[in-house]
């Protein structure tokens, strides 16, 4: 029995220094002055879906947070590599750096998979999806309402006026709450939030 105490330990040691190499990279791509959110994406998204992620774990123990911590750093890869093909170079770059790392291959597939998944929000009702899914879509959804997330896109688009911008904000909100955000726990940490937010970008 100690022997395979040892041995879980061991492996749970890998899959976090994994983890960690992942993100480290996922940091170095998203730095790329080529990208047009380098500034601000890792430390004001990334950082933020991720701790709100990690706060769910907590309500769902038996989440796999493997999966979802390397979920949170896959979801949005391919902005920062090909923005305009970014679902595609999500899922077969993400594919491939995992791999290239040294996850497992059904942990890859998983990954990439759910990740396809939370990409249908739109087609499919996430509410019956895998719970990571959950989890990660849930988080992700929610990090747009706090921070500097909105105001960074008025930054981004000079071009758009006021109007435009309160709309397209307004459109997002909505998009996130009734495709996103499917967890209860995360619904009630945020409703006040997104009632804010949604009174603040009426036109």
């Known amino acids: 029995m100690r022997i395979w105490s040892h041995e ?14 992942w993100k480290a990279h996922v940091r ?10 380098n500034e601000w994406f890792v430390r004001w998204h990334l950082e933020i879906v991720e ?39 999500t899922l077969s770059s993400g594919r491939a750096k ?3 790392i040294g996850f497992a291959q059904d942990f890859v597939e998983r990954a990439v998979s759910y990740v396809e ?6 087609e499919i009702d996430l509410g019956e999806a895998p719970l990571e899914v959950q989890i990660v879509a ?7 309402m706090v921070g500097p997330f909105l105001s960074l896109y008025w930054r ?15 459109a997002k909100l909505e998009k ?17 939030h997104y009632a804010f937010l949604m009174h603040q970008s009426t036109v």
């Open 8 to 21: 879980r330990i061991g492996r749970g040691k890998r899959l976090q220094q994994k983890i960690e190499v």
């Open 28 to 37: 170095k791509v998203s730095n790329n002055p080529d990208f047009v959110h």
């Open 51 to 89: 701790q709100i992620a990690v706060e769910l774990c907590e309500k769902y123990p038996e989440a796999d947070r493997a999966l979802v911590l390397v979920m949170v750093w896959l979801h949005d890869y391919g902005k920062a590599l090909d923005f305009d093909n970014q679902y595609e170079v």
């Open 98 to 100: 995992l791999t290239e």
């Open 117 to 122: 998944i939370m990409d249908k929000k739109m």
């Open 138 to 144: 849930s988080a992700d959804g929610c990090s747009h």
């Open 156 to 170: 981004e688009h000079p071009e758009l006026t006021t109007e435009e911008l309160l709309e397209a904000n307004r």
């Open 176 to 192: 996130d709450w009734t495709r996103k955000i499917t967890l209860p726990e995360a619904r009630t940490m945020f409703q006040d």
